[in-house]
């Protein structure tokens, strides 16, 4: 009996998976390129001296949940400390709902 809800709860969170990603297709549509210094994009020499001064780390990760065994991919320590507490709790709640 629970299972059936389970499923029909995953299938409605696809559907409105897709749903926002169509709807997320609009919402840029119309809009150009073009605009002030954060949204204009510099060519040649502009391109050099636009970007000096700022801090462009990029960092993040993901985990593969392979079942309750998780694959940690993080770019640095902080993103992949958060990580690790999450696969833990999903971990968990693996057990809780599957054992």
């Known amino acids: ?7 029909m709860i995953g299938i409605l969170m696809i ?6 990603i169509f709807t997320a297709s609009f ?13 204009s994009i510099p060519y040649g020499d502009d391109f050099k001296t636009s970007f000096q001064g700022r801090n462009n780390e990029v960092r993040g990760g993901g985990i593969i949940m ?9 770019s640095d320590a902080k993103s ?14 693996y057990f809780l709902i599957f054992m």
Do not use: C, Q, W
């Not at 009996?1 to 499923?7: A, E, N, Q, R």
């Not at 392979?66 to 993080?74: E, K, W």
């Open 27 to 39: 919402d840029g549509s119309g809009k150009s390129n073009r605009g002030d210094e954060h949204t």
């Open 1 to 7: 009996m629970m299972g059936s809800y389970l499923v």
């Open 66 to 74: 392979l079942g309750p065994i998780p694959v940690i991919i993080g």
């Open 15 to 20: 559907i409105s998976g897709f749903f926002l």
């Open 80 to 93: 992949t400390r958060t990580l690790v507490i999450l696969a833990i709790f999903l971990g968990v709640l």
